[in-house]
């Protein structure tokens, strides 16, 4: 059988990867970002639903089931829109900063996402991360923050407080919105009336992009009445289109990587294309790279190999609750058995006597 945490992580290094080269073509040309964002949600919206109806063996089979599930899901509804805030709220304060912040600034403080991902997943999901885990994650920051730094161009900008510190509260922000994820995947409750109840990687992802879709189609109609030369596909090019597809699958493939493994992993799939995008982009677009990029990768690959590796993290002691059952359970063992003996004992003595 395959092993999904595998099949997703490796998917999710090589889509980021290709992304990551698509997008330099991309830019020949500047497209409307706003009609693209759109185009990625009703993608995901139709490859969520093509695999709803393929587990249903069915259209009428599966519509019932994500009119009940999904649509009747006003909770579930609730959840995602609070998650399309966050992300809108990511996006704003994202195109915001731009203008306070050089990109080489913007790229090494926005890797304090990895650490505030970890920070609210112990918060929300009570999850516990032991010392080497920890000094893996603030290495592969380390890496990725110098990778990213020495790829950046140079800029007159100069960076100002204000523009630094939206660029903490972005990766505070994205550190929320990845663990806020994670917990509603993981804590999916099935619908009772369905014995084959739609998997909760596949109801989320419907329920998120169709409130995305919502979100970005008034920002498309607002942006055809107030731009004189508004065009949907105005810039695109079979790269724009390439790059449209790519980001559709990546947010599904994220969404299994934080449903079969985790954040953590995702953080560290995602560091590990960015080296080999850029170990690529020297190749393709004849670019250099500078001796530090190199310490970057050294130190992202090897922190990686460090927090995957279990014979860096140690034996975790065992707690007193974890103590306490299984020396009842010994204890209780122990007087069962002597019980045992006793009443065979006092059988064979009994035996004895009647002859």
């Given at each position: ?35 693209a ?27 019932r ?5 999904v ?34 600034t ?24 032991n ?82 879709v ?18 949907f596909?105005?810039?695109?090019n079979?790269y ?54 190199y ?18 993290h ?18 209780q ?7 045992s ?5 006092e ?5 004895q006597?009647?002859?």
């Amino acid at each position: 059988m395959v092993d999904l945490k595998v099949l997703s992580f490796v998917l999710l290094v090589f889509q980021n990867t290709l992304l990551g080269i698509v997008s330099k073509y991309s830019r020949s040309t500047k497209y409307n970002a706003t009609s693209a964002v759109m185009l990625i949600e009703l993608l995901k919206l139709v490859l969520c639903f093509i695999v709803v109806v393929w587990t249903k063996r069915g259209l009428a089979d599966a519509i019932r089931s994500i009119r009940l599930e999904v649509l009747g899901d006003v909770e579930g509804f609730k959840k995602m829109i609070f998650l399309a805030l966050l992300y809108a709220f990511q996006n704003t304060v994202a195109l915001l900063s731009y203008d306070h912040v050089d990109v080489a600034t913007y790229n090494i403080v926005y890797q304090l996402k990895i650490v505030t991902t970890a920070f609210f997943m112990v918060l929300f999901l009570k999850r516990t991360f032991n010392t080497v885990q920890w000094m893996a994650m603030v290495t592969l920051m380390i890496g990725v923050a110098i990778c990213s730094a020495s790829k950046s161009s140079s800029s007159n900008k100069s960076s100002s407080m204000i523009g630094v510190f939206m660029v903490v509260g972005l990766a505070v922000n994205s550190g929320i919105a990845a663990a806020y994820l994670e917990k509603v995947l993981k804590s999916h409750q099935p619908h009772e009336t369905f014995a084959n109840p739609i998997d909760p990687l596949w109801k989320t992802n419907i329920q998120l992009a169709a409130v995305s879709v919502a979100a970005t189609f008034f920002g498309v109609v607002y942006a055809a009445l107030t731009e004189s030369h508004f065009a949907f596909f105005e810039g695109y090019n079979p790269y724009t289109f390439g790059v449209v597809l790519l980001q559709a699958f990546g947010g599904l493939i994220i969404a299994a990587v934080v449903r079969y493994s985790d954040n953590i992993v995702k953080n560290f799939g995602t560091a590990l294309s960015l080296v080999l995008s850029c170990l690529l982009s020297n190749y393709l677009f004849s670019e250099s790279a500078v001796p530090v990029f190199y310490v970057g990768v050294f130190l992202v690959v090897g922190s990686v190999f460090v927090y995957g590796d279990k014979r860096f993290h140690g034996t975790p002691a065992l707690s007193k609750s974890t103590e306490l059952p299984k020396t009842t359970n010994s204890v209780q063992i122990n007087i069962e058995r002597k019980n045992s003996v006793l009443q065979e004992e006092e059988e064979a003595f009994l035996n004895q006597r009647t002859r």
